[in-house]
């Protein structure tokens, strides 16, 4: 491969991870001079004992905290809102995310609002957000959305039922918590799907038009290391194999981070807007589809992919090679068991209003190989039939 572009790397999060890295919250508050933090976290992550477990550190370090739980899967901007209103009353000076992409995506909206002020649909793009958000501690609590360390915060509006997407780098986490402790005991469909969104963060960020070296080097390192370990994560107690999850999400996050998404976040983006559909399915049920319609317009790529993801492809043309990812995500799909468009109640009818809604994501322009609502029309059809 050559590269000829110039390009930026930012990282601002600052990563620690290991077993128990979580319980060192306390200190790293104090450290950067705040002392009460409002944990913003969801109904299921506190019954299961989770935060619990984050609470009494903060406990034992001495801090008063305050805990707001209602965020849901696609957070929408009225909780974001709300968190907001609970973040004021509180007085909080600094933002704890314990959970997966919604926790996390909806923290950083309440960043934003806390040095901004207004509501969260005001900063909707790219750079709208001009100052440094609230400080905001990440600890993921699943194995898919690198958004511990992405700049991308992603709100449903819902008055357009539309997920919308603000992004800056001054919405990136201050410090980033990835400890294994926290996903040892994740359900495995949880595990299945999440996993599903970190290997399409994987793919997507590796193949669209913003890549370069590093997040190239970032990218199939965290192929390889998904694809390695996600059916043992999800079949088998091996604790390693979680482990090796929540660091592929986390490197994963770093590539996309800094390049972008492509088409099947598009796609599934619109998908979570118009259903609701956990977004890791969406993911999964898109994958390979969009993969077929790319792979042409990036055959070295894909083949590395296919390399990455175990599949033998010595003695095959470059483009038989690069197909064989295309295969490798299809059989990913079908051990994990992943449903189908239809399954989800995706209805034939909405396919029309579901291209166009793709069409006009954010990140349509990265997709490796051009693609207009027509495109994304017939792609939904083939997942569809
Ligand atoms: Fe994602």
């Known amino acids: 491969m050559s590269y000829t572009m110039n390009f930026e790397f930012v990282l601002p999060t600052k990563i620690k991870f290991g077993e128990g890295v979580s319980r060192e919250i306390a200190a790293e508050i104090k450290g950067l ?14 019954k299961a004992g989770v935060v619990d477990k984050i609470a009494a550190a903060l406990a034992a370090g001495g801090l008063q905290y305050t805990i707001f739980d209602e965020i849901e899967p696609n957070p929408r901007d009225l909780t ?9 009353i509180c007085r909080a000076d600094i933002l704890v995310a314990i959970g997966g992409g919604s926790s996390m995506d909806t923290a950083k909206g309440v960043g934003v609002l806390m040095s901004h002020g207004g509501i969260i649909n005001d900063y909707e793009g790219l750079d709208k957000v001009t100052k440094p958000i609230c400080d905001l501690i990440a600890i ?32 990136a986490p201050k410090l980033a918590l990835v400890d294994p402790d926290l996903v040892a005991s994740l359900p495995p469909s949880i595990i299945a799907s999440t996993g599903m969104d970190a290997l399409t963060h994987a793919i997507e960020g590796y193949t669209c038009t913003l890549a370069e070296p590093i997040t190239d080097a970032c990218g199939i390192y965290a192929i390889k290391m998904i694809a390695d370990n996600l059916r ?3 079949y088998t107690d091996d604790s390693q194999a979680k482990a090796n999850m929540l660091l592929g999400s986390l490197i994963a996050g770093i590539c996309f981070g800094n390049s972008d998404i492509a088409g099947v976040h598009c796609m599934a983006e619109a998908l979570g807007g118009l259903y609701d559909t956990p977004h890791g399915i969406a993911n999964a049920i898109l994958l390979p589809y969009v993969m077929e319609y790319n792979y ?6 894909f083949a590395e992919i296919a390399k990455a993801m175990g599949e033998p492809i010595d003695g095959l043309s470059k483009r038989d090679a690069a197909y064989r990812a295309v295969t490798a995500v299809h059989k990913l799909n079908q051990d994990l ?9 995706a209805k034939e009818e909405d396919l029309q209003e579901l291209a166009q809604r793709s069409s006009v994501n954010v990140s349509v322009d990265s997709n490796p190989r051009k693609a207009g609502k027509s495109d994304f029309l017939a792609l939904f059809q083939k997942a569809y039939h």
Do not use: C
């Open 80 to 88: 974001v809102q709300k968190a907001y209103e609970a973040a004021t």
């Open 296 to 301: 042409v317009a990036s055959l070295d790529k």
């Open 33 to 46: 001079g705040k002392e009460r933090p409002l944990i913003l976290t969801d109904k299921g992550l506190l």
């Open 140 to 171: 993921p609590t699943t194995v898919g959305t690198g958004s511990e360390v992405t700049f991308w915060s992603v709100i449903t509006d819902t008055k357009r039922h539309f997920k919308m997407s603000v992004g800056s780098p001054l919405v």
């Open 337 to 345: 068991d992943m449903p189908t468009l239809k399954d989800i109640g």
């Open 232 to 234: 043992n994560a999800v």
